[in-house]
């Protein structure tokens, strides 16, 4: 199972931050949250990673609450071509290796 | 950079038929993964291979399902004989491995193989 809860949709205006947030309540200590985001018919794309401390990057910033509970992504001045469906996943370490558990992610769409 | 390779992209079958997937992770890179993405769902990982030994095929469904990576780079995905619910796109994903907490793992992804299973 997940170990992540997302919205299924959210709608966002051109030109505005879009902000995908994203539940994790079981996160242990050691777990990164990933985002990656997946644009129709392609395979999906690394967006940002973090542990505890904020991070930003040229796609976008992840937000992560003090008890690591919650995160929220930020895309700061979103476009039409960042509608997508985007993935929160916590990577967790199983028989010696990394591994992802995709959820169903948020189907984020852009207006003009 | 050349990204993940697949193919092919499409493939329609009859159910019960055979098919083959290819995937060339990009170079370097000794991690592979093949998922399955049912339309509406996220990517389900079928197996992982480090090098050219399974790390996790747990949900690989073992009697239809094959997958190898011979020498340690490209890798096939064979189904055989295809069930109706086979019908989903086919992804493969490499990464750089890395064992230590701090690794970065990032998952390169390739476009996937859309399989059609009538």
């Known amino acids: 199972d997940a170990k992540t809860t997302q919205p299924p949709s959210m709608d966002c205006a051109e030109g505005r931050a879009a902000n995908l947030p994203c539940n994790h309540s079981?996160?242990?200590?050691?777990?990164?949250v990933y985002w990656y985001r997946q644009i129709h018919s392609q395979g999906p794309q690394y967006i940002i990673h973090?542990?505890?401390n904020n991070e930003t990057n040229e796609m976008a910033s992840l937000i992560i609450t003090e008890d690591r509970k919650s995160s929220t992504l930020i895309l700061p001045h979103a476009t039409l071509r960042d509608t997508a469906v985007y993935y929160c996943?916590?990577?967790?370490?199983?028989?010696?290796?990394?591994?992802?558990?995709f959820g169903t992610g948020t189907r984020l769409k852009v207006l003009a | 950079e050349a990204g993940v390779a697949q193919s092919p992209r499409y493939k329609i079958i009859e159910k019960r038929q055979s098919v083959a997937f290819w995937c060339n992770p990009i170079?370097?890179?000794?991690?592979l993964y093949w998922y399955q993405q049912i339309l509406g769902q996220g990517p389900k990982l079928l197996i992982q291979?480090?090098?050219?030994?399974?790390?996790?095929d747990s949900q690989l469904p073992k009697d239809r399902f094959s997958a190898e990576r011979l020498k340690g780079v490209d890798s096939t995905l064979k189904i055989q004989p295809a069930k109706l619910e086979d019908s989903a796109v086919y992804l493969c994903?490499?990464?750089?491995?890395?064992?230590?907490?701090?690794?970065?793992?990032?998952?390169?992804f390739g476009p996937g193989t859309r399989l059609t299973v009538l």
């Open positions: 170079s370097g890179h000794a991690t």
């Open positions: 996943i916590v990577r967790f370490r199983t028989s010696g290796t990394y591994k992802y558990i």
């Open positions: 291979f480090q090098n050219n030994g399974v790390v996790d």
């Open positions: 079981t996160i242990s200590g050691n777990e990164y």
């Open positions: 994903a490499s990464s750089f491995y890395s064992t230590g907490t701090n690794s970065y793992n990032e998952q390169f």
């Open positions: 973090g542990l505890k």
